[in-house]
């Protein structure tokens, strides 16, 4: 079974700042990939940044970056430079293990704060 | 360039109605997905399908639930005599493909909020 720990429920940062989201899995699986999504208060889910379990390298996407540590199975958010419109809940996911849907964490609530 | 499309985005339903939620997936995807997200929760995936076949409906509840994806027209998600349980958001997802390592990216729809009276 898979299971995806978002243990942040909630977090307030100033605007500017960097922000690292804290997500932790268990799979068995030697072959998964890892996922995050914003979602905003108006409900849609926006794919962010996607990390392949083979990846040597950690995923980049604009001012998202996936700080991916295998042996610890992390797979933490970092957001640089923050900005109000990150105001948003997000969602680490993964899929793998032989699974067709994505297993998500709970969620957390970032607050950017001017 | 459209993305995934759901509708209606708001549906009210009384108990005992029957909810029919459409989704349909981006240009040249032909996997869908359905995913439940109830209130401070994360999503739940529900079934998968491609066309006209169900591959994985593990999250499925066994009654009342019911999903389709027809050669033509969009992927519906059918919830017979709905109760208040089944408010919820429903959230449609598509791929192009299955991927290799079913590590296949999945973009969403805004969601159908479903409200049971």
């Known amino acids: 079974a898979q299971k995806i720990t978002q243990t942040q429920p909630g977090m307030f940062v100033q605007e500017k700042e960097a922000v690292t989201l804290d997500c932790t899995y268990d799979t068995s699986d030697p072959s998964y990939g890892l996922f995050w999504y914003k979602q905003p208060s108006s409900g849609e889910m926006i794919f962010l940044i996607y990390q392949g379990s083979y990846d040597q390298q950690n995923a980049t996407e604009g001012r998202y970056s996936l700080n991916f540590q295998k042996a610890r199975k992390s797979a933490n958010l970092v957001i640089s430079a923050s900005q109000l419109g990150d105001s948003a809940m997000y969602f680490c996911?993964?899929?793998?293990?032989?699974?067709?849907?994505?297993?998500f964490g709970k969620g957390t609530h970032l607050i950017i704060q001017p | 360039n459209a993305g995934v499309m759901q509708n209606p985005r708001h549906l009210v339903r009384r108990r005992g109605q029957e909810a029919r939620l459409r989704c349909s997936p981006m240009k040249g995807h032909s996997h869908v997905y359905w995913y439940r997200q109830l209130p401070e929760e994360g999503l739940k995936f529900m079934v998968y399908?491609?066309?006209?076949?169900?591959?994985?409906e593990s999250g499925m509840p066994k009654e009342r639930f019911s999903a389709e994806f027809p050669k033509e027209g969009p992927s519906i998600l059918r919830i017979q005599q709905v109760v208040r349980g089944d408010s919820a958001a429903y959230f449609c997802a598509s791929s192009p493909s299955r991927g290799q390592l079913r590590v296949e990216k999945l973009f969403f729809g805004s969601g159908t909020q479903l409200s049971v009276l």
């Open positions: 399908l491609q066309k006209e076949n169900i591959i994985d």
């Open positions: 996911a993964m899929r793998g293990g032989g699974a067709d849907g994505l297993t």
